[in-house]
Nanobody
Framework: QVQLVDSGGDLVQPGGSLRLSCVAS????????MSWHRQAPGKERSLVAS??????????NSADSVKGRFSISRDVAKKTVYLHMNIRKPEDTAVYYC?????????WGQGTQVIVSS
């Protein structure tokens, strides 16, 4: 079973950038669909971006609210998935969670807090 550790959250100003990291333990990291989700205060957790491998091609997807600002990438050798964030909006304030999924197996990171404030 994969285990995930999220990190990189911080206080950031609008216009700043941030990179979140999610380090996985266990095997078959490249076969997991990895994703980042976020949960703002008083709101439900929602998908931010995902990355999956189909026929050795990495495919990514992102929510409309972050398209053009956030991107997801994976370093298989380091068993790490990243969320690269160009912060523009206070609405990006949330706890960000990494998730791994393979078939019926899934695991979540503990979350990392991002606060956007000027």
């Amino acid at each position: 079973q994969v285990q995930l550790v999220d990190s990189g959250g911080d206080l950031v100003q609008p216009g700043g950038s941030l990179r979140l990291s999610c380090v996985a333990s266990g095997n078959d990291f490249s076969r997991y669909v990895m994703s980042w989700h976020r949960q703002a205060p008083g709101k439900e957790r929602s998908l931010v971006a995902s990355i999956g491998n189909i026929d050795s091609i990495e495919l990514t997807n992102s929510a409309d609210s972050v398209k053009g600002r956030f991107s997801i990438s994976r370093d298989v050798a380091k068993k790490t998935v990243y969320l690269h964030m160009n912060i523009r909006k206070p609405e990006d304030t949330a706890v960000y969670y990494c998730k791994a999924r393979k078939g019926v197996l899934e695991a979540w990171g503990q979350g990392t807090q991002v606060i956007v404030s000027s």
